[in-house]
Protein backbone atom coordinates (compact mmCIF):
# COMPACT_ATOMS: atom_id res chain seq x y z
CA UNK A 1 0.00 0.00 0.00
CA UNK A 2 1.66 3.10 -0.80
CA UNK A 3 0.71 6.02 1.95
CA UNK A 4 1.74 9.38 1.62
CA UNK A 5 2.58 11.10 4.67
CA UNK A 6 0.38 14.49 4.24
CA UNK A 7 -2.19 11.71 5.05
CA UNK A 8 -3.98 12.49 8.59
CA UNK A 9 -6.00 9.57 9.05
CA UNK A 10 -6.40 8.87 12.40
CA UNK A 11 -5.71 5.03 12.10
CA UNK A 12 -3.56 2.68 14.77
CA UNK A 13 0.19 3.06 13.58
CA UNK A 14 2.00 -0.04 13.76
CA UNK A 15 5.47 -0.79 12.97
CA UNK A 16 6.41 2.66 11.30
CA UNK A 17 3.25 2.04 9.05
CA UNK A 18 -0.52 3.06 9.03
CA UNK A 19 -2.63 0.23 9.27
CA UNK A 20 -5.48 0.69 6.22
CA UNK A 21 -8.73 2.25 7.46
CA UNK A 22 -11.63 0.02 8.01
CA UNK A 23 -14.33 -1.26 6.12
CA UNK A 24 -16.70 0.93 8.43
CA UNK A 25 -14.56 3.82 8.19
CA UNK A 26 -14.58 3.39 4.26
CA UNK A 27 -18.48 3.38 4.21
CA UNK A 28 -18.40 6.24 6.96
CA UNK A 29 -16.28 8.62 4.76
CA UNK A 30 -17.78 7.38 1.27
CA UNK A 31 -21.71 8.43 2.71
CA UNK A 32 -21.79 11.58 1.54
CA UNK A 33 -22.37 12.38 -1.68
CA UNK A 34 -20.21 15.24 -2.22
CA UNK A 35 -17.00 12.76 -1.21
CA UNK A 36 -18.68 9.88 -3.52
CA UNK A 37 -18.57 12.37 -6.56
CA UNK A 38 -15.08 13.62 -5.78
CA UNK A 39 -14.17 9.85 -5.37
CA UNK A 40 -15.78 8.98 -9.02
CA UNK A 41 -13.40 12.04 -10.62
CA UNK A 42 -10.28 11.14 -9.27
CA UNK A 43 -10.97 7.69 -10.04
CA UNK A 44 -11.69 9.19 -13.76
CA UNK A 45 -8.43 11.05 -14.20
CA UNK A 46 -8.99 14.43 -12.20
CA UNK A 47 -5.94 15.08 -9.79
CA UNK A 48 -7.08 19.17 -8.57
CA UNK A 49 -9.27 20.66 -6.39
CA UNK A 50 -10.53 22.69 -9.97
CA UNK A 51 -10.30 19.33 -11.94
CA UNK A 52 -12.82 17.50 -9.31
CA UNK A 53 -15.25 20.14 -8.98
CA UNK A 54 -15.63 20.07 -12.86
CA UNK A 55 -15.72 16.55 -13.32
CA UNK A 56 -17.83 16.06 -10.10
CA UNK A 57 -20.21 18.97 -10.72
CA UNK A 58 -19.36 21.25 -7.15
CA UNK A 59 -18.62 24.12 -6.34
CA UNK A 60 -14.75 24.51 -6.21
CA UNK A 61 -15.01 25.03 -2.23
CA UNK A 62 -16.92 21.96 -1.56
CA UNK A 63 -14.47 19.97 -3.85
CA UNK A 64 -11.90 20.74 -1.77
CA UNK A 65 -13.31 19.71 1.11
CA UNK A 66 -14.79 16.54 -0.25
CA UNK A 67 -10.89 15.99 -1.34
CA UNK A 68 -9.68 16.54 2.13
CA UNK A 69 -12.17 14.22 3.59
CA UNK A 70 -10.75 11.54 1.43
CA UNK A 71 -7.28 12.29 2.42
CA UNK A 72 -8.48 12.40 6.27
CA UNK A 73 -9.52 9.01 5.12
CA UNK A 74 -6.96 7.56 3.70
CA UNK A 75 -8.52 6.90 0.53
CA UNK A 76 -6.60 9.87 -1.48
CA UNK A 77 -3.40 10.83 -1.17
CA UNK A 78 -2.69 14.63 -1.15
CA UNK A 79 1.01 15.86 -3.27
CA UNK A 80 2.23 18.75 -1.69
CA UNK A 81 5.02 19.48 -4.25
CA UNK A 82 2.48 19.21 -7.35
CA UNK A 83 -0.78 20.24 -5.83
CA UNK A 84 -2.12 16.90 -6.85
CA UNK A 85 -4.53 14.26 -5.66
CA UNK A 86 -4.58 10.55 -6.02
CA UNK A 87 -6.66 7.60 -5.56
CA UNK A 88 -4.42 5.18 -2.95
CA UNK A 89 -4.51 2.48 -4.85
CA UNK A 90 -4.85 -0.45 -2.39
CA UNK A 91 -7.05 0.73 0.48
CA UNK A 92 -10.16 -0.95 -0.53
CA UNK A 93 -8.63 -4.69 -1.34
CA UNK A 94 -6.46 -3.92 2.57
CA UNK A 95 -9.58 -3.23 4.44
CA UNK A 96 -11.39 -6.17 3.19
CA UNK A 97 -8.60 -8.48 3.72
CA UNK A 98 -8.11 -6.89 7.48
CA UNK A 99 -11.78 -6.78 8.03
CA UNK A 100 -11.82 -11.43 6.88
CA UNK A 101 -8.93 -11.51 9.01
CA UNK A 102 -10.39 -10.01 12.08
CA UNK A 103 -13.70 -10.97 12.00
CA UNK A 104 -13.10 -14.60 10.66
CA UNK A 105 -15.46 -14.49 7.92
CA UNK A 106 -14.75 -15.72 4.74
CA UNK A 107 -13.44 -18.51 6.87
CA UNK A 108 -15.43 -18.57 10.01
CA UNK A 109 -12.22 -19.14 12.10
CA UNK A 110 -13.79 -17.62 15.44
CA UNK A 111 -11.14 -14.84 15.70
CA UNK A 112 -13.12 -12.70 15.03
CA UNK A 113 -14.81 -12.39 18.39
CA UNK A 114 -11.59 -11.65 20.08
CA UNK A 115 -11.83 -7.83 18.08
CA UNK A 116 -13.40 -5.09 19.01
CA UNK A 117 -13.08 -1.69 17.23
CA UNK A 118 -9.34 -3.36 15.91
CA UNK A 119 -8.31 -4.06 19.38
CA UNK A 120 -8.56 -7.27 21.42
CA UNK A 121 -10.55 -7.77 24.11
CA UNK A 122 -9.18 -10.80 25.67
CA UNK A 123 -6.87 -13.94 25.17
CA UNK A 124 -7.91 -17.07 23.60
CA UNK A 125 -7.86 -19.96 25.65
CA UNK A 126 -8.36 -22.56 23.15
CA UNK A 127 -4.86 -22.98 21.18
CA UNK A 128 -6.47 -23.23 17.87
CA UNK A 129 -8.16 -19.70 18.15
CA UNK A 130 -5.56 -18.10 19.95
CA UNK A 131 -2.66 -18.69 17.04
CA UNK A 132 -4.95 -17.29 14.20
CA UNK A 133 -5.29 -13.70 16.89
CA UNK A 134 -2.30 -14.09 17.34
CA UNK A 135 -1.45 -14.24 13.76
CA UNK A 136 -3.29 -11.19 13.24
CA UNK A 137 -1.20 -9.20 15.74
CA UNK A 138 1.94 -10.10 14.29
CA UNK A 139 0.78 -8.76 10.86
CA UNK A 140 1.83 -5.55 12.65
CA UNK A 141 5.55 -6.27 12.34
CA UNK A 142 7.79 -6.13 9.26
CA UNK A 143 9.58 -9.36 8.49
CA UNK A 144 13.60 -8.75 8.35
CA UNK A 145 12.65 -5.35 10.46
CA UNK A 146 14.38 -5.71 13.76
CA UNK A 147 12.14 -3.62 17.57
CA UNK A 148 13.18 -2.73 20.61
CA UNK A 149 11.39 -4.13 23.01
CA UNK A 150 9.95 -0.25 23.70
CA UNK A 151 8.66 -0.13 20.05
CA UNK A 152 7.20 -3.99 20.44
CA UNK A 153 5.62 -2.92 23.80
CA UNK A 154 3.80 0.16 22.11
CA UNK A 155 2.52 -1.66 19.28
CA UNK A 156 1.42 -4.50 21.56
CA UNK A 157 -0.07 -1.97 23.60
CA UNK A 158 -2.08 -0.73 20.45
CA UNK A 159 -3.61 -3.64 20.27
CA UNK A 160 -4.70 -5.05 23.98
CA UNK A 161 -3.90 -3.74 27.70
CA UNK A 162 -2.00 -6.48 28.54
CA UNK A 163 1.02 -5.60 26.71
CA UNK A 164 3.14 -7.79 28.36
CA UNK A 165 1.16 -10.93 27.87
CA UNK A 166 0.06 -10.22 24.26
CA UNK A 167 4.30 -9.51 23.82
CA UNK A 168 5.40 -13.32 25.70
CA UNK A 169 2.48 -14.72 23.66
CA UNK A 170 3.64 -13.86 20.18
CA UNK A 171 7.18 -14.86 21.31
CA UNK A 172 5.71 -18.35 22.86
CA UNK A 173 3.75 -19.07 19.23
CA UNK A 174 7.29 -17.92 17.40
CA UNK A 175 5.88 -15.52 15.57
CA UNK A 176 8.57 -13.11 17.40
CA UNK A 177 12.12 -14.12 17.75
CA UNK A 178 13.36 -12.28 21.10
CA UNK A 179 17.64 -11.55 20.80
CA UNK A 180 19.65 -13.42 24.16
CA UNK A 181 19.87 -10.14 25.70
CA UNK A 182 15.94 -9.87 26.00
CA UNK A 183 16.35 -6.25 24.07
CA UNK A 184 15.09 -6.82 20.58
CA UNK A 185 12.52 -8.48 18.50
CA UNK A 186 12.50 -9.65 14.96
CA UNK A 187 9.00 -11.21 13.13
CA UNK A 188 9.84 -14.85 11.98
Known amino acids: MTMNTDSTGTGRRTGGAELPPSCRDLIGVLAQSDRRDAFAALALGANSVAQVAERAGLRPAAAAVALRKLVDGRIAAYDADTRT ?13 AEVRISG ?13 GRLTSMPGKAEVRSRVLTVVADSFEPGVTYSEAKVNAICGQWFDDWVTLRRALVDEELLRRDESGTRYART
Open 85 to 97: YRLIDDTFRLAVQ
Open 105 to 117: RGGGDGAGAYFRK
